[in-house]
């Protein structure tokens, strides 16, 4: 999810589908990540991507793992509980030519994180701006992490940091398009 610009779609930054506009679904909260933030974030992740296990968690218009995909994710696992995203988000996958990449779980974030799948390389985190998703489902991501993880992380307004569990630290920040987005890395207990 995250700031949106023009309703009911979406435009590929870079990779191998770049410049494709996809549609997504219309549904109430869904406000995929700006150009210019998805631009920033992937610049700064340009040498993680390819070949990275990455979940999309809150992937709404799945834009975030869109973007991850045509950069040489090997896989993403798309995660919301709203079905008419998610058959929306299939049907673009299958335009792409991308389900052998992607899987896509209509469910609770919640009830994911129970289900101890993972590790993965990346996780965008963007969650609904209102109420504490953020804090919930961050604080229950470690065993889905390895020491190298990294957490994209957007909020509104609100400083990222201080929605975190302790112990994550800043890899980078920025803000832009009425959001402030970070990566981060999460604490991952040795062992």
């Known amino acids: ?14 990779g191998e589908w770049r410049g494709r506009r996809l549609a997504v679904a219309d549904r109430p909260g869904l406000r ?23 979940l999309d968690l809150f992937a709404g218009s799945g834009a975030l793992g869109l973007e991850a995909l045509s950069r040489g994710a090997a896989a993403v696992t798309f995660v919301d509980s709203d079905r008419r995203a998610m058959d929306s988000l299939r049907a ?9 990449r992607a899987d896509c779980r209509c469910e609770r974030a919640e009830r994911f994180l129970t289900l101890g799948e993972g590790p993965f390389d990346l996780i965008f985190l963007d969650p609904p701006f209102a109420g504490d998703a953020l804090a919930r489902a961050s604080a229950e991501l470690a065993p889905l992490c390895h020491e190298s993880t990294l ?13 975190l569990p302790e112990g994550w630290s800043c890899h980078r920040s920025g803000r832009g398009g009425g959001v402030q987005f970070g990566l981060y890395r999460p604490f991952v207990a040795p062992g």
Do not use: S
């Not at 673009?92 to 052998?100: E, I, R």
């Not at 957490?151 to 929605?163: C, F």
């Open 151 to 163: 957490v994209y992380v957007e909020t509104d307004q609100r400083e990222p940091a201080a929605l």
């Open 1 to 14: 999810m995250a700031a949106g610009r023009g309703r009911g779609g979406i435009r590929i930054i870079g």
């Open 32 to 54: 995929p990540t700006a150009d210019r933030v998805r631009e920033t974030l992937f610049n700064w992740l340009q040498t993680i991507v390819p070949g990275a296990r990455c």
């Open 92 to 100: 673009v996958l299958k335009t792409l030519g991308a389900g052998d």
